[in-house]
């Protein structure tokens, strides 16, 4: 049974304000990708606020507030599809030590649709076992969707030493597991490769400052944030989101 009356508004309306409150502060700090999500969450609860509400008064305040804030959602939404067509689109978005909730789908979701049909991976260091299971796990993220791949480019350098044949091996894994669902892996080695960064081409571009390797090792074999990536601690990092009509680089 739906919640109605004093008690919905009651439980609705907090959470409606603090996830406006937070899409204010990012607005203010210029993070619009992520102010636009914000505004668009409070505005739904907000609404069923409004919905939940019986006093007149109070309906018409938050009818305002809801106007408010669309106008100023819909004016971010413009600002950013201009800065995407004129290819000066840039995000950045700050990993705090030993923060939590950056799972690969908390961090590409926004830029992953329905149009992304070829990606390509630069990262020195796919090497160890922890870096293969991060590139499956990336890899498992874009064969989940919503998006349409069909060709991952990975670009890597070399393990030099003992690890060789455990590179070609477990690159050569992930390759035929992606093949059984339709999905070509290319693999290139450069000795010279330093830059880390994920592109779509639809556009978008990710620069992440540890690659897909910042997430840190669990505690244990059983502890929250082993199987569950949102719970994961990560490392201090830096992820710089840019669009550009032109993702492959010649």
Avoid at 19 to 35: C, G, M, P
Avoid at 47 to 53: E, H, I, P, Y
Avoid at 79 to 108: C, L, M, P, W
Avoid at 191 to 216: C, Q, V
Wanted: charged share 30%; hydrophobic share 30%; glycine share 6%.
């Amino acid at each position: 049974m739906s919640q109605a009356g004093p008690g919905a508004v009651a439980a609705l309306e907090p959470p409606a304000v603090a996830t406006l409150k937070r899409a204010v502060e990012l607005d203010s700090a210029s993070r619009f990708q992520e102010s636009l999500v914000c505004y668009q969450e409070g505005i739904d609860l907000l609404l069923r606020v409004l919905k939940a509400t019986k006093d007149e008064t109070k309906k018409a305040h938050y009818r305002q507030k809801i106007s408010d804030y669309m106008e100023r959602a819909e004016a971010i939404k413009k600002h950013i599809e201009k800065e995407r067509e004129d290819g000066k689109y840039h995000q950045q978005i700050k990993i705090e030590e030993n923060a939590t909730g950056f799972s690969y789908e908390k961090v590409f979701q926004d830029y992953l649709n329905e149009t992304v049909t070829e990606v390509w991976v630069e990262d020195p260091y796919i090497r160890h076992v922890h870096q293969f299971y991060n590139f499956l796990r990336f890899c498992e993220m874009l064969v989940k969707g919503p998006c349409k791949v069909k060709t991952i480019h990975l670009l890597t350098s070399y393990d030099e030493g003992s690890g060789k044949s455990q590179q070609t091996s477990s690159l050569e894994e992930i390759k035929q597991s992606l093949k059984n669902y339709g999905v070509t892996l290319n693999v290139s080695f450069s000795s010279s490769i330093h830059d880390r960064e994920i592109r779509f081409n639809n556009g978008w571009m990710i620069k992440i400052g540890r690659g897909l390797d910042y997430f840190k090792k669990p505690q244990g074999r059983f502890c929250l944030g082993y199987c569950d990536f949102d719970l994961r601690p990560c490392h201090e990092t830096t992820v710089d989101v840019f669009h550009t009509k032109h993702t492959k680089k010649t």
